[in-house]
């Protein structure tokens, strides 16, 4: 039989009891469009993730120390020494504590730390208004401060920080700065929240004690994996054991970033091609229903010369185009809903995948195939004189 025919004869089916056909398809178009949004969203989320570790600097490496603060703690001096090594760009050193930071009748804790100027640039952060803290007001212990956009918020509302003074642990500081919004950063806290203070005075007058963060701009991404080996020799040495610090760099936190990501979409991925399981089963149940109703049309077909293949191909397709069409109308589903969600979320982008789309139509097809053999294969065996016999 040619496909033409076989397609006209499964429509003509299909339409005469369409609002059946369109339950019937319900399984499969609930498991396409499930499998194209959510893969969209899983993709989204990783291209999301992908971009903000770009954003942080793709050479940033993070050196967090983690034994006893007496026992392992960094000298300033000899952390920049480092500059002089060819796999060096730039260092900044930092101190960081959660303390009161007030203006006014304003307060709260916020992460109040304490770098170089150099940490500007290192951690990709811009300025919004004013200006960052600079080499002479390391030297000079200045009392002045850079503040990120939610503690700018909080602490002023609509009220212009730059030149105003703060008090940070009973301390006076004058704001020099305002940094545009940044997000996360990598091994420490997020700059939207936190307070920039120059090193020496968060270390001599707000007491916070030795270095035991330092963020590394390695001159190339390539030479992020020498500048590790060569601090890991030095630390090593300094304090005797190779588990008191920990590295932190952009390729590992986006890898296993990225890894969550693909996992948890592809556990709802699974779940989402159960539908398409369950709709195989309503498929097979209603075309076996389909030659019960039409055993007397298989009589008269195989009477007048079809043979049993043309009988199983016949019922087969029936199924498969069932199966087809619930695939389109999931795919299309799933396609409008990938790209309207972020209408409703706009924090959430998605990207809809060709490749998963065109997965996800064929094993729908495949769906139609497979439960649709058991119920074709029954049709074929019938035998003419039993089927003519059927009212």
Known sequence: MRIMELLQMALQTISASWMRTLLTMLGVI??????VTLVAIGQGTSSQIAKQYENMGTNLLVLNLLGPRRATQLNYQDLMSFEGFPEFNAIAPAVTSKINVKYNTSQDAYDVNGTNERYLNILKVSLRDGRFITESDLDLRTNVAVLGTTVAKELFGTVDPIDKLININGFQFTVVGLFNTKGSSIGGPSVDTSVIVPLTTAQRQLNFGAIRTAYFEATTKDDITVAQSTLTSYLTSKFKSATGFRFTNQDQLLTASTEA????????????????????????NIMLVTVSERTREIGIRKSIG?????????????????????????LALGVTFAKVWPYFNPKQLTVVSFDISLYAFLFSVFVGIVFGLYPANKASKLRPIDALRTD
């Open 306 to 330: 079809a043979t049993r293949g043309n009988i199983r191909l016949q019922f087969l397709f029936e199924a498969v185009v069932i199966s087809g069409l619930g695939g389109l109308i999931g």
């Open 30 to 35: 609930i498991g396409v469009s499930s499998v």
């Open 261 to 284: 990501s693909n996992t948890l979409t592809s556990q709802l991925v699974s779940v989402a091609c159960i539908s398409l399981l369950v709709g195989g089963i309503g498929i097979m």
